[in-house]
């Protein structure tokens, strides 16, 4: 294999790629990203197995041929390099690459040795803007679980309908759904049960305007545009019946300043327990109080002004949880909306004039209020 590329190309394809290789491993191989010279072009890829990344890049390829080398190493001296053509080329199982006055050679393994991506016919998927795709991702991975006794909730679960997309998360204590116009979809109704993993690379390494193919291949995923391709395994399973426990009935309304109401919950969580980070909203009239009391360390006390609708409320939340759903809410106002004080709430945002409309909705569970 022999190749000439820029600096530029090669250092790019390279931080793309690397980003997907494992920190730890036990399988040498996949501490290596795996070059494919052919034609008028090279292929980058890179996996942990779950997860796999490839970028095609322009070169003026003068021999054919594939070779492993160490991703991280090629990653640091492709940054260093002087920004000029790139010459690479393979001895056996060795990489050798000169720029300028610089050459270096690394101790690669087989091309065999590499395990291959998944095969996924993109003509027959479907596209997405990255606009959508992006905002839908951002608005709800944050709310998967980590913990492992239900592996379904350890992904977020895409619906393909025809017209629209939506993506949700849940962790059983908060809960983010957002909903996004589409064209007609090849599959009038999909669910997909993503690994976040996969979709920070989505959000790592795709664009605003970027228009995304995304296609399906037994239980694999794949997405491309422009050259990069980012591959996943999908998570096996039956996602929970969420729309059951998304409340229709909310009467009581209130209409907050977010940043006033995340800087109060933030203010006051800092003397909240450190396992319950329970705090205690109380909505009267035109005023909201917050109160946390923690019989080990001391108590906070904050009021807010604000528009709030319907009978007197005092409800417990997981600070963590509220701040998390606001911070992802991105609007200046919210509108939380409460029955009971055991009742899931909702966050949603409220648009200003002239804003684009967001069908997005968060939930979060509250907490029992110990008198």
């Known amino acids: 294999m022999k190749f000439t590329i820029t600096r530029q190309n090669l250092h790019q394809g390279l931080s793309a790629v690397s980003a997907s290789i494992p920190s730890k491993t036990t399988l040498p191989v996949l501490s290596n ?191 491309a545009s422009n050259g990069t391709e980012v591959y996943t395994r999908l998570i096996e399973g039956t996602y929970p019946n969420y729309e059951q426990v998304i409340p229709k009935d909310n009467d009581r309304v209130a209409i907050l300043q977010r940043s006033t109401l995340e800087s109060a919950v933030r203010r006051v969580a800092a003397v909240a327990s450190d396992q319950t980070h329970r705090i205690r909203m109380e909505f009267q009239g035109e005023n909201l109080e917050l109160n946390v009391l923690t019989p080990d360390l001391g108590e906070a006390h904050d009021e807010l002004e604000v528009s709030y609708d319907g009978e007197p409320l005092a409800i417990g939340f997981n600070a963590n949880y509220l701040l998390e759903v606001l911070r992802y809410v991105g609007t200046d106002e919210v509108r939380m909306s409460f029955k009971a004080p055991e009742r899931a709430a909702t966050v949603e945002p409220v648009v200003g004039d002239g804003d684009e409309e967001m069908d997005y909705l968060c939930l979060v569970m509250p907490l029992r209020l110990v008198d």
Do not use: Y
Not at 37 to 53: H, K, N
Not at 124 to 149: M, P
Not at 175 to 187: C, D, I, N, Y
Not at 205 to 215: H, P, Y
């Open 33 to 223: 990203i795996l070059f494919e010279a052919r034609g008028d072009g090279i292929r980058m890829s890179g996996t942990d197995l779950d997860v796999g990344v490839r970028v095609s890049a322009p070169a003026d390829v003068t021999e054919d041929g594939s070779l492993t080398a160490p991703g991280k190493k090629l990653q640091e001296i492709a940054k260093e390099l002087a920004d000029q053509p790139v010459v690479v080329n393979t001895r056996g199982d060795q990489l050798e690459l000169e720029c300028g006055r610089s050459k270096f050679k690394l101790n690669g393994l087989p091309s065999s040795d590499f395990p291959s991506l998944p095969e996924v016919a993109f003509e027959g998927g479907w596209t997405a803007t990255g606009k959508d795709l992006l905002s839908l991702i951002r608005h709800t991975s944050f709310a998967v679980s980590t913990e492992e006794s239900r592996p379904v909730l350890n992904g977020v679960l895409w619906e393909l309908r025809d017209g629209e997309m939506r993506m949700v998360a849940t962790n059983g204590h908060r809960l983010a759904k957002m909903t996004v116009p589409a064209g007609p979809s090849l599959e009038t109704t999909t669910q997909l049960i993503v690994p976040p993993a996969a979709l920070g690379h989505v959000q790592r390494l795709f664009n605003v305007g970027d228009t995304v193919k995304v296609a399906r291949s037994g239980n694999h995923l794949g997405f």
